[in-house]
Every structure is written in structure tokens, then in C-alpha cells.
């Protein structure tokens, strides 16, 4: 794209962070870390203003991290799009979920795109983030900017750079896993390889944003894929009275060739269960299929009334009402986002059965409605469903109470029985 007309006003260091979720604030760290000065905008006024007292939203930012940002006048939240005039980098990093009939749902990025478009400036990158299907940079994002942007803005760049951030991992984190960069044309490309190599330890350089946002749907699609199989391979072993755990350790002996996945109640959170469904929608739509992956989407639906069952075989014959525990609501060890908890399925079937159901989470202050009970809430059987910290579980066998453990974290403990 051509230079000649073109000029940056801004501070060259200056980003702007649409949506302040697990995505968004962690990136705004990064980069405040990295000498930047970053403005978060997000539309959540309440969340904006937590954030701005140096309360964090997110498991994996600290209050302290945030609260130095703040003071350093390297970081602010705000509600207010026009602050997108001061920066040289946007980064869209806000919900992209299924609708009613479990399509994607491009309502939050189109408003992004809406918001930021009459702000953006002169040489100004902006990245989509948000995990999409291929051709949403393109096709939605950009005829958004480009049809809304002021006339004096002559030249934007675009790229898709997908986050592959993992709440709650202390290993791996936005800065040290490798990050995907597909530019729109060459000069996008050389902007964002630069913004990103400022902030990540390894920069992957690919040949557009579709094959970006595909490789993102293919690394959520692999997990839940192998979920599925997994998940399937567990009723196989238990109906023949194999320990799959057993199974899976002796198979991951193998040095190549073989990646361990683990059962569970089914797939949460904002990836696994939404993310595949963006590519089995965007193959129907160029008239190709996704049947595997359709089909995995349906065995890990299956999963939560499975558990149901084993769990319902572990009450005392004679109780017509039983008293069912679940421990741990949120999707995954660690973090409180109960967005797509499988235990929420598991939870409905359970009440369906006849059984009465309560649930205890350090993490999670309240959920559908309800409140968490105490460890010693007084019930039949306990259903592991997320192996939560701060849960002393070492009660339950003094007390006779039979626990399932769908998390592969208690085996061979007294009145355990796992998945
Ligand atoms: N959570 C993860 O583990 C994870 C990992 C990798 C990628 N992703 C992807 O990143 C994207 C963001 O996910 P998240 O988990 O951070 O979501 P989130 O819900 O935690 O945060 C998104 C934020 O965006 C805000 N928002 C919504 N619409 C907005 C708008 N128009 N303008 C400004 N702010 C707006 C919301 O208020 C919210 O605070 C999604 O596409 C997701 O698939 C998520």
C-alpha cells in the first residue's frame, strides 16, 4: 500500500484494546510491559471502573500488576472509543460466541469494528484477535473500518493475529507462546510482525489472516476432537471394567505419535465447545463438510448425562431423592469462568432424575442463580467435576460419601471411583 498521503500523528507506542476480558487485560499487561502505554476500552462500564480501582477481572493478572499499571500512567480502562485517535496499534480482542442455533455470533466484533472505525487514524494497525472463522478480517472487520473511517484517514493496515492465551496456565502465557501473524498485504504484515515481536517471544509469520484464523480453529477443533474420542473410549473401558486412566498412561508411553487427552464431564469455556462450531458453519457455508467434528460436538454434549448415570449408580439403594455435590462448576481447574461449563448439562440432568443438587467452587460466588454450599453440605454422593484449589475433598471418606472423580486427581483414593 502506497505511503504518499499518509501520516501518523500519534505516540508511536500507543495501543488500544477492544474488549478487557481473559484476552484483552493480559495483552494490555504485556504490552504495558513492553513499554507501552495502553488504553483498554470496554463497554462493560461496571468492569471499566473495577478495573480502573485496580481490581482484576482475570484469575491471571494480579490486582498488584494491575494497580502498578494504573499508577504508572501506562495503563486505563475506559468506556470512551475516541481514545483509539491516540494509538498506532487496535487490537480487537472481544467474545465471539454461537447465537440460538449454535452459529457464530459476530455481533460483539462488528460492534468493535463499528466503534473503533470513526477514530481510527492515519498508519493506524488494527488486528483482530478474537478467534473467528477465515475471511472475517476481510470480509466483515475491514469493509466495516474502511466504510465508517473519516476521510482524511487515507491508509489502515489490518492483520488477524489470533490469541492462543490459556487461563490459568502458568507456563504458558501471551508473551512466551509463539504467536500468529497473517497481514492483509506486505506493509500489514511488517506492522504487525513489528508490534507483535515487541511483545512475544516468537512471532509466526503466515501468508494471510485466513490461514491465521484457520490454524486457530484447527488447534480448538484437535482438542476437542481428541476430547471426544477420549471421552468415548471412556465408556468403552468402564462398561469393560478397564481403568482408562490406566490406558491412556500406558499409550502415552509411546514417544511419538500419541498425545494424552483425559475424560471429563464435557468441553466449557469460551474455545473448545464454540470454536469448532465457527468451522463446522464456515464449511457448510463453502459448501464443504465437518462431519468428525459435528460428530465430536455430539459425543461431548452426550458426556454430562453419562456422568449423570455413574454417578446416580453410586447412591445408596433405597434413596429416592438423592442429595447430589458437585465440586467445581467453572470449565476448568484454577479459574472461576463458568462460560459453557458442561456442569451446568450435568446439573439439569441430575435435577430431571429426581436428585437434588448443590455445588461448591472457591472460585465462583454465584452461578445460574444460586449460591455455592460448604464441603460438608450434607449429601449422597459427591461428583468431582473440576478439581478446584482450595477444595479439601479429605472429609468426604471419613463421612462414608462415595465421590466421582471426572477429574483424574484423586485415583486409588478411599470412596473414589473415577471416570
Ligand atoms: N478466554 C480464552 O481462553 C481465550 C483464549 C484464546 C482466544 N480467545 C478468544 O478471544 C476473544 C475474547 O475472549 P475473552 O475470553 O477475552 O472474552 P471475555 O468475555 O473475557 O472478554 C471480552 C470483553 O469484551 C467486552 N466487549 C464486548 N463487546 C465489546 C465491544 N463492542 N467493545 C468493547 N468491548 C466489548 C466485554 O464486555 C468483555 O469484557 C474471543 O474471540 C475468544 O474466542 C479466548
Known sequence: MARIGCMRA???????????????????????????????IDTHESKVSQINLGSSPVEDISDEQLHSAIANGAYRATIDFSVVSQA????????????????????????????????????TLVVSESTSYPGTLRDIIIPIVNEMKRETTKCVYFASAPERVNPGDSNWNQKNTPRLVGGIDERSQARALEFYNSICDVVVSVSSPEVAEAAKLLENTFRLVNIALIN????????????????IDAAASKPYGFMPFRPGVGVGGHCIPVDPLYLTWW???????????????????????????????????????????????AYKRG????????????????????AEVAWHDPFVKDWEGSKPVDLDWNCDVAILATNQPGMDLSEFAARGIPILDCSNSLGGKEGVTSL
Not at 472461576?336 to 441430575?350: F, I, Q
Open 232 to 247: 468415548e473410549f471412556t465408556q468403552i473401558c468402564s462398561d469393560s471394567g478397564i481403568s482408562v486412566h490406566q490406558v
Open 283 to 329: 464449511a457448510r457455508k463453502i459448501g464443504s463438510k465437518a462431519t468428525l467434528v459435528e460428530f465430536a460436538d455430539v459425543l461431548n454434549h452426550d458426556m454430562p448425562s453419562y456422568v449423570a448415570e455413574r454417578a446416580l449408580k453410586l447412591v445408596a439403594k433405597g434413596i429416592t431423592k438423592p442429595r447430589i455435590l458437585v465440586l467445581g462448576v
Open 10 to 40: 500519534q505516540n508511536v507506542k500507543t495501543l488500544a484494546i477492544i474488549g478487557q476480558g481473559y484476552v484483552g487485560l493480559p495483552l494490555a499487561m504485556s504490552a504495558v510491559d513492553a513499554g507501552w502505554t495502553v488504553l483498554g
Open 88 to 123: 498506532t496499534v487496535v487490537t480487537i480482542c472481544v467474545p465471539t460466541p454461537l447465537d440460538e442455533n449454535r452459529e457464530p455470533d459476530l455481533t460483539y466484533l462488528r460492534s468493535a469494528a463499528t466503534g473503533i472505525a470513526p477514530f481510527v487514524s492515519n498508519e
Open 335 to 354: 479459574v472461576g469462568d463458568v462460560r459453557e461449563t458442561p456442569v451446568s448439562e450435568l446439573k439439569s440432568y441430575l435435577i430431571e432424575k429426581g
